[in-house]
């Protein structure tokens, strides 16, 4: 199971050079797909509870492709890639800071693109959602790596 | 390192041991002059031999009649192929063999190292060859230990590893619980296998395995040796010269075909180079980078050897295929050109086809080539180098040129990806993946290191941070997708890494560990030095993320994917797992200030050549 999977990416031959990181990428797929469903009508966030959130965030095993405080599971080289894996490849995308609005973040996880499993309101509570909503934009930013040498490899 | 003597009832001092007996018994045969020279006679001198002997028999100490037994002989023709290590699980079977390692055969070259569990041995000789490029001999019990042992056989079979299965049997006697045809077993995932009848035949047995075995494409064979053989005595009479044992040319390409593939790389556009195991020994590394660095194009390394510099300006990702016409698969057999841009041609270089069965799918879609060289990749490269060389021009130098800056900017733009994504969680508890890669890395990229797990080891983590550049720097992969390959295979490389002085780097998953946890107190008792750093996410992570993608297609609540892929509740201590087992360790660590400290304090230990543990808790990926 992966969310979004796509090549994140390209050889500058083919294709203009990517100039975003891989979190921009991957939030830009995910707001492209986080349409409202046709008809639907606009729902209102409900307040969220952080810390209830991060446990939710747990229990309903979002931690498995998101890592526990949503930083994501990207690999430079993944397990059995094989021939076909592109690199960076990601498993979950990375949530922390979450940028995206409620709605788009409910629609998203409603029905997700790429590999995302989708997740009714019978698996995930919109109340629940709420909350992990409230956890994930909690989360501190990353570290710049420009400043960290050990994060640089030095 | 020598096991302790273990004394029996009948080993019990006497001024009469065997070993004096032997001394007294060699001079007696081939030094007739120290017996003339005691100032007795021939016949005197044989006559207090015979009593001697006829005193060690009643005493229990030696068989009557003959000189030495068939295991002896054994062990001469194992120390003739200069197996320095066999790897084994004692058992009843072998008990005269496992006598003539440890006494006739002084415990040296072939040293027996003990393992508690027949896959250790296995995996064990897997991993010592990825280092030392040389195998191991494996013993155990010829039923229910090569049942044991039997996954160890299927990964080295899958990675192309050659490891030298001895496997103790007893026909004669039908209660045993022996086999008549022990090594069917593993049939389909060995090259060869033997059962000889008599020590005669043993000789030519021993070295035709050990010949196979090393032929390329390498892989395991299974001695099977009878009890009744190890035992036998051996007559006056007997012939049991070891002939001389010369190693197989592995087949190289025909010089036409080479030149043709020679004309279409230099002439391709956007040529890449794919490889699996290209580099069956540390020449094929160098004559990978000469061949990539004389035509500057992209290789795309699919890591299950030390094939190419993971640093290197060239080594590009799957996305470089999409812009190739010409694509050389080297010992690649599993490469297909689905993966590749429509239109691209592929030439296939590999000894896939030469040794092969098809019960285990071992073997990959079918892959359709334009060229198909059933030839050893590495053995051929030197050749077509020399062809490439011939062909370059200026005109292309300067072509090549502009392609090789393309690929270095493509190269270092991935790296500043990966940078960025290593950010992600980099101060989170549990430990990020990528910090620990990056710690580690911290304290031993001044060292002579050794990553001894699986070259995509904390998620690929290692990958970006390792740099690696020498032959030894990984060993790839297990080759099957077996679990529990990681841990003995790891402390198999270490050994070999051990006489070099170098640090042998493990980072160790925990699902893998515990299906052969055992293997941590061979590591200690035999004091192979390691450093071991656990990914310990607490679970069969992979195996969750599909549980729920199968509740998720059915409509149906995820809550319960943590049943049976959790390994939680209670969370396994594997400081005092490894604590227990001898080796120094520390953990669980959960903050990631604390891993740097706990590193050094590790590393301190290693250095005085014992095996050291930090149980790192980790993200799921």
Redesign the interface.
């Known amino acids: ?2 969310c979004g999977s796509k ?8 294709r203009a ?1 990517m100039a975003a ?3 921009a990428l991957m939030f830009a797929a995910m707001t492209l797909y986080a349409q409202q469903p046709a008809g639907a009508a606009a729902s209102t966030a409900p307040a969220g509870n952080a810390e209830k959130g991060k446990i939710a965030f747990k ?3 979002c ?3 998101h ?3 949503g ?18 490849t990601v ?2 995308a ?1 949530l ?1 800071g979450m940028p995206l609005t409620f709605q788009a973040f409910l629609n998203y996880v409603r029905k997700p693109g790429g590999r995302m ?4 309101e ?2 995930i509570s919109t109340s629940d959602l709420a909350d992990i909503y409230a956890f994930l934009k909690s989360q ?1 930013p ?4 420009k400043t ?1 040498p ?5 | 390192m020598a096991e302790p003597e273990i004394k029996t009832p009948k080993e019990k001092k006497s001024d009469f041991s065997r070993r004096n007996f032997l001394k007294t018994a060699t001079a007696a045969v081939s030094g007739a002059a120290a017996l003339v020279a005691s100032g007795q006679t021939l016949v005197a001198q044989e006559g207090q031999l015979e009593a001697r002997r006829s005193a060690a028999v009643d005493q229990g100490e030696m068989t009557p009649a003959a000189s030495r037994p068939g295991s002896d002989h054994m062990v001469d023709v194992f120390k003739s192929l200069e197996l320095e290590y066999i790897a084994w699980n004692a058992h009843s079977f072998s008990m005269p063999l496992h006598e003539s390692v440890i006494n006739y055969g002084r415990n040296a070259k072939p040293e027996l190292l003990t393992c508690l569990h027949e896959e250790v041995a296995v995996a064990m000789s897997h991993g010592y060859f990825k280092i030392e490029g040389k195998p191991m001999g494996a013993c155990m019990y010829s039923s229910v230990g090569l049942q044991h042992a039997s996954m160890g056989v299927y990964s080295a079979w899958c990675d192309l590893a050659p490891v030298y299965v001895i496997l103790g049997n007893e026909t004669g006697n039908p209660s045993s619980r022996s086999a008549q045809d022990p090594a069917l077993l593993v049939r389909d995932f060995t090259k060869w296998d033997e059962q000889p009848v008599t020590l005669q035949q043993f000789t030519p047995s021993a070295l035709r395995a050990y010949s196979v075995m090393m032929t390329p494409p390498y892989g395991p064979v299974c001695l099977s040796i009878d009890g009744r053989l190890m035992s036998e005595m051996v007559d006056k009479g007997m012939n049991l010269r070891i002939p001389k044992l010369t190693p197989n040319i592995p087949p190289q390409a025909a010089l036409a075909a080479v030149r043709d593939i020679a004309k279409m790389l230099v002439d391709a556009e ?1 040529p890449v180079l ?1 490889t699996e195991r290209a580099a069956r020994t540390s020449a094929g590394l160098d004559y990978m980078v000469q061949l990539a660095e004389l035509l500057q194009c992209a290789v ?1 390394d ?2 299950q050897r030390m094939n190419f510099p993971s640093n290197h300006p060239l080594n ?8 190739a016409d010409v694509v050389l698969a080297l010992e ?1 057999p ?3 050109r689905n ?1 590749a841009k429509p239109g691209a041609k592929l030439i296939s270089i590999t000894e896939a086809d030469l040794s092969g069965r098809s019960n285990y799918w071992n073997f990959g879609r079918y892959q359709e080539a334009d060229m198909s060289i059933a030839a050893d990749g590495e053995a051929t490269l030197p050749s077509l180098i020399e062809e490439v060389k011939r062909l370059v021009t200026s005109d292309k130098k300067n072509a090549y040129q502009i392609r090789g800056a ?1 690929l270095a ?2 190269h270092q ?2 790296r500043e ?12 508890s ?1 430990l ?1 993946t ?1 910090r620990i890669a ?2 580690v ?2 304290q031993i990229k001044n060292r002579d290191w050794s990553l001894v797990s ?1 070259s ?1 080891s904390l ?3 290692v ?3 390792f740099d690696f550049k020498k032959y030894y720097h990984h060993i790839g992969q297990s080759g099957s ?1 077996a679990v529990g390959y990681a841990a003995p295979a790891a402390l198999g490389a270490a050994l070999a890494n051990r006489k070099y002085g170098r640090l042998s780097v493990n980072l160790q998953t925990d699902g893998d560990l515990m299906y052969i946890p055992q293997s941590l107190w061979t590591a200690s008792h035999h004091k192979i030095p390691m450093l071991t750093v656990m990914f310990n996410n607490r ?1 069969y ?1 992979k195996e ?3 549980l ?2 199968v ?3 059915r ?5 319960n ?2 049943i049976g892929t959790m390994i939680d509740n209670p969370a396994i201590d594997y400081a005092k797992v490894a604590q227990g087992m001898g080796w120094y360790a520390e953990g669980p660590i959960t903050d990631p200030k604390e891993l ?1 400290p706990a590193l050094k304090r590790a590393l301190a230990v290693v250095d005085k050549g014992e095996p050291a543990l930090i149980d790192a808790v980790t ?3």
């Open positions: 199971m992966n090549q994140v990416f390209s050889l500058g031959f083919v050079p990181t891989v979190a229990d309903h095993g931690f498995t492709c890592g526990f405080s930083d994501g599971g990207i690999s430079p080289y993944p397990a059995q890639a094989g021939f076909r894996a592109p690199r960076p498993t979950g990375h922390a499993p989708a997740f009714g019978t698996n501190p990353s570290p710049d790596p960290t050990v994060l640089n490899g030095q | 956007f794919v795309v699919n890591i590009q990702d799957a996305s470089a295929l999409q812009n690649a599993r490469f297909t993966t393309k900017d493509a733009k991935n990806a990966n940078q960025t994504a290593a950010a992600y969680g980099w101060n989170s549990p990020s990528a990056a710690e890395w911290a699986p995509n998620n690929g983590w990958q970006h941070y997708v679970g992570i969750i993320m599909q729920q993608s509740a998720s297609r409509n149906r609540s995820i809550s994917c943590h740097a993200q799921t990926i």
